[in-house]
């Protein structure tokens, strides 16, 4: 059974395929959810951090899916264009990846915003919601590295930064 945390991510990603972001109203999200508005705002802090935890699921999903398609038995130059093509796939698919990859969020997302406190909220739930987003470059980076650790491990410094190179090639040209 999904926590309340998972249920009210999975409504308000559900809330997103009709409706824009500025019109998804938090009693709504929680009443789909089966949760109180107040159990909501104990998870999440605001509508903010709702964005953000919803964002940060999307990136996490999207993250592991590159973990899979790197860990495939296959040839390096393979196994990069099987995280090339779930990049593509995944954005095309998913509105809020392609937002964290591009940056592009447009008026039908939430485009999170920074939390207010750079030391976490009082409140150990709503702490959860509170790590900042990776920006394109940075989320990009994180795949880079992975790639490079997957493909490649153990070579010296001047060909992993050769092979870092070509996976940010490749992963951008995606």
């Known amino acids: 059974m999904p926590t309340a945390r998972e249920s009210l991510l ?14 998804v109203r938090m009693v709504d999200v929680a009443s789909a959810a089966g949760v ?4 909501l705002y104990n998870e999440f802090g605001s509508k903010d951090g709702l964005a953000r935890a919803l964002a940060r699921r999307e990136a996490d999903v999207y993250l592991r899916g590159v973990d899979r398609a790197l860990g495939e038995a ?8 099987a995280v090339a093509e779930w990049t593509v ?3 095309r698919g998913h509105p809020m990846v392609r937002a964290l990859l591009t940056g592009c969020w447009g008026e039908r997302l939430p ?16 702490r959860r919601a509170d790590p900042g987003l990776p920006g ?30 070509h996976c940010e090639v490749a992963l951008r040209l995606a």
């Open 74 to 81: 296959a040839a390096p130059t393979e196994r990069l264009a």
């Open 111 to 126: 485009a999170p915003r920074p939390a207010f406190r750079t030391t976490g909220s009082p409140v150990p739930a709503q």
């Open 89 to 91: 796939a995944t954005a």
């Open 36 to 39: 109180s508005r107040q159990t």
């Open 136 to 165: 394109p470059s940075e989320l990009l980076a994180v795949v880079r590295d992975r790639a490079v650790a997957a493909l490649e491990p153990g070579r010296p410094k001047e060909e992993a930064d050769r092979i870092a190179y």
């Open 10 to 23: 999975d409504s308000a990603l559900s809330a997103l395929t009709g409706l824009p972001w500025s019109a």
